[in-house]
C-alpha cells in the first residue's frame, strides 16, 4: 500500500532527458497555510524570507504528500548532483467555453488524431484538463498513465502515412481552437525583466541579508563612516548587476521578437488558405511556403515540394542546406524511425530562414507544424539560455563551507563575549551589541563578493582581446582547465578546402592522378560528371552559395551552374538545377546536365546523391559522393579496385582530405516522378569512379598552441567529423602526437547473431606498411595488454567504435579515454556525450569549436569557446570574434590568473577578520573596544582599498606547467592561514601583556594631551564619534593604542605576503596602483604611529601618556618589524 502511493506520489518528468526532473505530489492544508502566514507576522518576514530560499521547505510545510492526480501543489527536484528544488502550482484549462464538435463532451475523442494526448487528458464532461508550466513548457495530466506529458508538439508515433493524411488537408477550425487553448501560443518570449523584480532579486540573496544585518548593527554603534561608504559601495554593485542583468533580458528578447511577427498561409479542412499571424499556429496546422524567403516561426515536417534553408542559427554555418518532403509510405513504424538513419532532412526548424523553395508540381511547397513555441529548436536554445546549466567548481562550495567555519569562530566569540560581559553585570541591551559586533567582525561580508573581483577584472581583459563572456563565473573554472577538445575542420584548419586532385578508376584500377590546378581541364567522362552535378550549390543574388567542399570540387571541372529554372517532367513541372560547361571546360557531348532531384548529405549518412538527366537525353544518371568507406560499400565490388584502401590510406596518412564518386543509369521508367524513388532502390549497385583528394591546410597559430598547451601539461584531443587516418595524420602533424608515439586504432563490432560485440586493437603504423599485426587483441573480456609504457600509446577510433564501446564496454571507456588522442566520424551527440564523459573522470573540459557541430559540446564544457558569432554560439559560454584557437590559451591564462587573484582575496579578507576578531576579543576581557576612527582606518583605507586592487595583477605571459589550487579547502591553504593567525594571536597577546608590564600603565584613563607649555596633565573633551565619558574610556587605553597599530601593519602585511605573482600572474610591481597603495598605507600607518601630533592622537582616539611617548614610541616601533621577520613563513 505504502509503495503504490509513493509510486502515485511521485514521477519523473522528461525522462532521460538533460532536463529531467522529480516530480512530487502535495496538496495544500488549510490550518498548516494559516500556521504559516501567523510565522510570517511573528518573525517579521523572516520565515517567508528562509521559505524563499528553501522552496522545499514552503512546500512542506503548507502542503501534505498526495498523489499526483490529487496534488494541486507539485514540488520539483533535478535529478543532477545539485538537486535544486522548486514548485508549481497546478492549474485548469476550461474548454467548455469554446464552440467543440458535436459529441465532444461524451465519449467522442476532442481532437481528430485519436493518439493525441489532448485526447487522453481531457477531463469529461466537465471539459476541464489540469497543467502546469515548467522552464517555459506546458505539460497536461494524462489520465491514462497517470503522468504529465508535454503539449505543444506532434505525437512521435505518427507514422509517415498518418502526418500525410491525417493533417495533409490541415485542422478543422474547432480543432485548431482547442489546439490553441491547450497548447498556448506559438510564440517565444522573453519578458524584459522589470527593474523592480531584479533589485528585490539581488537584494533578497543571502550574502546581501547578511550584509544588512551586519551593516545595522554597525550603525547602531555609531560606526557610521565605514557603513556608508559600503552601502555606496554596494548600492552600485547592486545597480550594476540589475543594470547588466537588464540588458541582457533587453537583447534576449530583442533576438526572439522578430520571430513572433511573421505571417504565414495556413490552410484548413473545408475553409481554405488564408494569412495570419504565426503566433496562432498549432501543432498539426498545415501551412504553404509560397514565399522566397521565411524566418520560420515553427518546426514544421515538410510533407510536398522541396526547399533550401539557412540553419546557421542552428549550426553555426551559413551553408544552404536542401530538405526534401517525408516519403508518403504505408510503413507501420513511426516516422522518425522509419527515416532514422536522418529524419532532420524533411524538418524545417525554427528559427533558419527558407532561402529558396522548389514546388513539386503539385502546388507550392506545404509543411505540417511539428512544434511551437519552446518546445522548437530555437525555443530549446532560448531554454538554455534562460535556465544555464549550473556551475559545478569546488571554489564555489568551498567558499560557503569557509563562510560556515568563519561564522562557528564568531559564535565561539559571541559566546565568549556574552560570559565576559555577563560577569562583570553590563546592561543586556550593551550584552547582545557587542556580541553580535564580534560575531559580525569574524565574518567579513565581503567575502561572497572578492570571489568575484578576479573574475570582473579578467573579464575586462578578455573582452579586449575580443573573447566575450556570457558566464562570468566560469572564468575561474577556466583556470583549472587540463583537457581541451578541438573540432578539426575551420578551428585547426582552415575553412576552405583546397582540390588537390583527382585519382580515376577504371577498370576497377586506379588510373594516374589528375592534379590541380593543371594547365589541362579534367576530361570529360562520368567523373567530371559526377564533379560538376553531384553538390547542394544554389545561386542566390547571382552568387553561387554551398558547401566550402562543393564550391571547390565544382570550380575544379569549369563547369558553370544557372539559376533555378522550370522544366516539364511527366508528372507536371519540376524546379531544377542546370549546369552547363564553361569556357575553359573540357569538350562534352551535352549541352548540359539537370539536376532533377537530390538525396541531401547527412553526418549521420556520410553520403549525398543526385539524380540528373544530360540535357536532350531520356536517360536518368544517379551520382554520390561521401566518405570513400560509406561509397565503397554500395559499389558492386568488381568494380573497387582491389587496392582501394592502401591507396586510401596514402592520402589520408598524409592529412589530405578524401572523397569517393560513384554512378549509376537508372532506368525509372516512363511518366516516373523521379522525387519520389527511394533512396535505398536509387543508391544501389553503383559504379565506382574514382576518389577526389582535398587539401585542409593547418592554420598557422595551429602549432605553436597546441605545443604552448603541451608544455603546459594541458591534454589536447581532437573530435571531428572528419575520416581517421586523417585526423591521425592532422594530429601527428600539429604534435598532438608526439613523434615516437604509437596510434593504436580502436574498432569496435556491434554484436551479430551468436557473435558477441567485440574490440580490435590495431597499430595503425602497422597498417600503414600493410604487415602483420603484432599488437592485434580481439576481445570481449575487456582487458587491454600492452607491451611498452602506456604513456607511449594514444588511442584512436571513430564515432561508431565509440558508439559500440559505451553500449557494450562501458567499464572499459574510462582506461580507453585516460589515452585516447582522435575521436573522429562524431556526430553532434556523441561529441557531447565524450566531453561528459571526460568531466566523470575528473577532467575540466575546455571545449573550441566553430560551431558548426558542435553546439551540444560547447554548452556540455566546463568551458565551451566557439570561433563562430552565429546565433546558435549564443548557448556557449564564450565567444571568440578573432576565429583562432589562441583564445585558449589566453583564456586559461586568464583563468588562472581569476583563480589565484580570488584566493587571495578570500585568504586576505579571512585573515583581516581574525586579526580584527583576536584584537577585538582582547579588548572584550576588560570591557574595552577600537574605536570607530581606528575601524574605519582599517576597514576603508586598507581593507577595501586593498580587496580593489588586489586582484588588478595581469595574467602571467607564460602557462605554468601545473595548474593553481582549485580548492579553497585544502590542507596547504588552511595551514597558512592557521599559521598566520597563530602568530597574530600570539604578536597580540604579547603585545597586550607586555603593555601592562610598562611603569606607566594604568588600567583605564580618559583622553589626556600634552599641555604646550608645560608637562601636566589636563583634561580634555574626547575627540571621535564618542558622546560620553564612559563610552570614550571604554575606547582610550594603552592596549587599545597597543594593538590597533599592531593589526594595522600585520593587515598591511598580509596583503602583501598573499599577492603572489608568478607562475600565474605578473609580479606584484607589475601591479602599480596596488603597490603605490600598499606603500602609501605603510606611510600613513607610520606616520599616525609616530607622530608628536596631539590632534593626531585625539582623531584617531589613542592614548598615549606625554613624558613616556619618546620611550613608547621605540618599544613600538621594536614591536612593528617582528611581522616582517616572519613573510616567508607565511607565504603559503
Not at 505543444?152 to 500525410?164: F, K, M, Q, R, V
Not at 575542420?489 to 583527382?502: A, C
Not at 560499400?633 to 582501394?644: K, L, M
Not at 590510406?649 to 516522378?673: C, E, M
Request: aromatic residues 8%.
Amino acid at each position: 500500500m505504502e509503495e503504490k502511493l509513493w509510486k502515485d506520489h511521485y514521477a519523473l518528468l522528461n525522462r532521460d532527458e538533460e532536463n529531467e526532473l522529480e516530480l512530487f505530489g502535495y496538496k495544500t492544508q488549510g490550518w498548516r497555510r494559516a500556521l504559516c502566514i501567523v510565522g510570517y507576522v511573528l518573525s517579521c518576514g523572516a520565515l517567508l524570507l528562509l521559505f524563499y530560499w528553501k522552496p522545499e521547505w514552503d512546500v512542506w510545510a503548507n502542503c501534505i504528500h498526495c498523489s499526483l492526480e490529487e496534488a494541486d501543489v507539485v514540488l520539483l527536484r533535478t535529478t543532477d548532483e545539485f538537486q535544486r528544488y522548486t514548485w508549481k502550482k497546478v492549474t485548469w484549462i476550461d474548454l467548455s467555453t469554446l464552440a467543440l464538435p458535436v459529441g465532444s463532451n461524451t465519449q467522442h475523442p476532442l481532437v481528430a488524431d485519436t493518439d493525441s494526448v489532448i485526447n487522453r487528458a481531457v477531463m469529461k464532461p466537465q471539459l476541464m484538463m489540469r497543467c502546469i508550466q515548467v522552464q517555459k513548457i506546458r505539460y497536461i495530466w494524462d489520465f491514462s498513465v497517470k503522468e504529465f506529458k508535454k503539449v505543444g508538439s506532434l505525437e512521435d508515433s505518427n507514422t509517415c502515412h498518418s502526418i500525410h493524411h491525417k493533417f495533409g488537408a490541415g485542422l478543422t477550425r474547432e480543432e485548431q481552437k482547442i489546439r490553441q487553448v491547450v497548447c498556448g501560443p506559438n510564440a517565444i518570449e522573453v519578458e524584459i525583466r522589470p527593474i523592480w523584480k531584479l533589485l528585490f532579486k539581488e537584494i533578497l540573496n543571502p550574502f546581501y541579508v547578511f550584509q544588512a544585518f551586519t551593516l545595522t548593527l554597525w550603525l547602531s554603534q555609531g560606526y557610521i563612516e565605514y557603513s556608508v561608504a559600503i552601502i555606496i559601495l554596494t548600492v552600485i554593485s547592486i545597480g550594476l548587476t540589475v543594470y547588466d542583468l537588464r540588458q541582457q533580458s533587453t537583447k534576449l528578447h530583442d533576438l526572439v521578437e522578430e520571430h513572433n511577427k511573421v505571417q504565414v498561409t495556413v490552410c484548413m479542412k473545408s475553409d481554405g488558405c488564408k494569412e495570419t499571424k504565426s503566433c496562432y499556429l498549432v501543432p498539426g496546422d498545415m501551412f504553404l511556403l509560397d514565399r522566397k524567403k521565411l524566418a520560420l516561426p515553427c518546426d514544421a515536417v515538410l510533407i510536398d515540394g522541396s526547399c533550401i534553408v539557412n540553419e546557421g542559427m542552428l549550426t553555426g554555418e551559413s551553408i544552404p542546406v536542401t530538405k526534401t518532403p517525408l516519403p508518403l509510405t504505408e510503413s507501420p513504424m513511426p516516422w522518425k524511425i522509419h527515416n532514422m538513419e536522418d529524419y532532420r532532412r524533411h524538418v524545417l526548424f525554427c528559427g533558419t530562414e527558407v532561402i529558396q523553395t522548389k514546388p513539386s508540381g503539385k502546388g507550392p511547397v506545404r509543411a505540417v507544424v511539428l512544434q511551437t513555441g519552446f518546445n522548437t529548436a530555437k525555443g530549446d536554445l532560448v531554454r538554455s539560455i534562460l535556465y544555464p546549466k549550473p556551475v559545478n567548481f569546488k571554489l564555489y562550495r568551498d567558499a560557503f563551507k569557509f563562510i560556515i567555519g568563519l561564522s562557528v569562530i564568531g559564535v565561539f566569540g559571541l559566546i565568549y563575549t556574552v560570559c565576559v560581559f555577563v560577569s562583570h553585570k553590563k546592561p543586556a541591551a550593551d550584552v547582545v551589541a557587542m556580541a553580535l559586533l564580534l560575531l559580525t567582525v569574524a565574518v567579513p561580508p565581503a567575502i561572497p563578493t572578492a570571489l568575484t573581483t578576479g573574475t570582473v577584472y579578467a573579464q575586462r581583459r578578455l573582452k579586449k582581446k575580443k573573447i566575450f563572456c556570457i558566464s562570468p563565473q566560469r572564468i575561474n573554472i577556466c583556470g583549472q582547465i587540463n583537457l581541451v577538445c578541438f573540432d578539426k575542420t575551420g578551428t585547426l584548419t582552415e575553412d576552405g578546402l583546397d582540390l588537390w586532385g583527382v585519382i580515376p578508376s577504371e577498370g576497377s584500377r586506379f588510373q594516374k592522378v589528375h592534379k590541380f590546378p593543371s594547365s589541362t581541364p579534367l576530361p570529360w567522362g562520368p567523373l567530371c560528371g559526377a564533379m560538376a552535378s553531384c553538390h547542394s550549390l544554389v545561386v542566390l543574388d547571382k552568387k553561387i552559395q554551398g558547401d566550402p567542399l562543393d564550391l571547390k570540387m565544382f570550380e575544379g571541372t569549369h563547369w558553370e551552374i544557372e539559376d533555378s529554372s522550370i522544366t516539364q517532367d511527366g508528372s507536371g513541372a519540376l524546379n531544377t538545377c542546370i549546369v552547363r560547361p564553361g569556357l575553359k571546360a573540357s569538350s562534352a557531348p551535352t549541352e548540359g546536365i539537370a539536376i532533377l532531384h537530390q538525396f541531401p548529405f547527412s553526418s549521420a549518412l556520410q553520403r549525398m546523391s543526385v539524380v540528373s538527366q544530360k540535357i536532350g537525353e531520356e536517360q536518368y544518371d544517379l551520382y554520390m559522393k561521401g566518405a570513400p568507406e560509406t561509397v565503397s560499400s554500395f559499389c558492386r565490388q568488381d568494380t573497387v579496385p582491389a587496392n582501394f584502401l592502401k591507396e586510401l590510406k596514402t592520402y589520408t596518412s598524409q592529412g589530405f582530405r578524401v572523397i569517393a564518386l560513384a554512378h549509376k543509369v537508372l532506368n525509372p521508367g516512363k511518366d516516373v516522378d523521379v522525387s519520389n524513388l527511394e533512396r535505398e532502390d536509387a543508391e544501389s549497385e553503383l559504379e565506382f569512379l574514382g576518389l577526389l583528394v582535398m587539401e585542409n591546410r593547418l592554420k598557422q597559430e595551429t602549432k605553436p598552441v597546441l605545443q604552448q598547451l603541451a608544455a603546459a601539461r594541458i591534454r589536447s584531443v581532437m573530435v571531428t567529423g572528419d575520416n581517421l587516418q586523417t585526423a591521425v595524420m592532422v594530429a601527428r602533424t600539429t604534435g598532438m602526437i608526439h613523434t615516437g608515439s604509437k596510434v593504436i586504432l580502436v574498432e569496435a563490432n556491434e554484436p551479430e547473431g551468436s557473435t558477441p560485440a567485440s574490440i580490435a586493437w590495431r597499430l595503425a603504423e602497422d597498417c600503414e606498411a600493410n604487415t602483420a599485426v603484432p599488437h592485434v587483441h580481439t576481445n570481449t573480456e575487456e582487458k587491454i595488454t600492452l607491451e611498452e609504457e602506456t604513456c607511449n600509446y594514444h588511442f584512436a577510433m571513430n564515432g561508431k567504435s565509440y558508439q559500440v564501446i559505451i553500449k557494450h564496454f562501458y567499464s572499459l571507456l574510462p582506461k580507453i579515454l585516460v589515452n585516447a588522442t582522435v575521436f573522429a566520424r562524431m556526430s553532434p551527440a556523441q561529441k557531447s556525450s565524450l566531453v561528459e564523459e571526460f568531466q566523470k573522470l575528473d577532467y575540466y573540459v575546455g571545449m573550441c569549436g566553430d560551431g558548426a557541430n558542435d553546439c551540444g559540446a560547447l554548452k556540455m564544457a566546463h568551458a565551451g569557446i566557439s570561433l563562430s558569432e552565429q546565433e546558435a554560439s549564443v548557448a556557449s559560454p564564450f565567444t571568440s570574434q578573432i576565429p583562432s584557437i589562441q583564445c585558449v590559451p589566453e583564456l586559461i591564462r586568464e583563468g588562472r590568473a581569476a583563480l589565484v587573484a580570488s584566493f587571495a582575496v578570500v585568504k586576505y579578507l579571512t585573515l583581516y577578520g581574525l586579526i580584527q576578531f583576536v584584537g577585538t576579543a582582547l579588548l572584550f576581557w576588560q570591557l574595552q573596544i577600537f574605536g570607530n576612527q581606528q575601524y574605519l582606518i582599517q576597514d576603508a583605507v586598507i581593507t577595501l582599498l586593498v580587496c580593489l586592487t588586489m586582484s588588478l595583477t595581469q595574467a602571467y605571459p607564460k602557462l605554468a606547467p601545473y595548474r593553481p589550487p582549485g580548492q579553497l579547502i585544502s590542507p596547504p591553504l588552511l595551514l597558512s592561514i592557521i599559521l598566520n593567525v597563530c602568530f597574530t594571536i600570539i604578536m597580540q597577546t604579547c603585545g597586550f601583556l607586555m603593555v601592562k608590564k610598562q611603569p606607566w600603565y594604568r588600567c583605564v584613563l580618559p583622553y589626556r594631551h600634552c599641555s604646550p607649555g608645560n608637562q601636566t596633565m589636563s583634561h580634555s573633551s574626547p575627540g571621535g564619534n564618542s558622546t560620553s565619558s564612559s563610552t570614550q574610556s571604554n575606547v582610550l587605553s594603552y592596549e587599545d593604542t597597543t594593538l590597533w597599530p599592531l593589526s594595522s601593519i600585520n593587515c598591511i602585511i598580509v596583503a602583501f605576503v598573499f599577492s603572489k605573482g608568478k607562475p600565474f600572474r605578473k609580479p606584484i610591481y607589475t601591479n602599480y596602483v596596488f603597490s603605490v597603495l600598499l606603500a602609501l598605507q605603510l606611510a600613513v600607518c607610520l606616520f599616525l604611529f609616530f607622530t608628536d601630533i596631539d590632534a593626531v592622537y585625539s582623531g584617531m582616539q589613542l592614548n598615549m601618556p606625554c613624558q613616556k611617548r619618546s620611550k613608547n614610541c621605540a618599544q613600538l616601533s621594536q614591536l612593528i618589524p617582528s611581522p616582517w621577520k616572519d613573510v616567508g613563513k607565511m607565504i603559503s
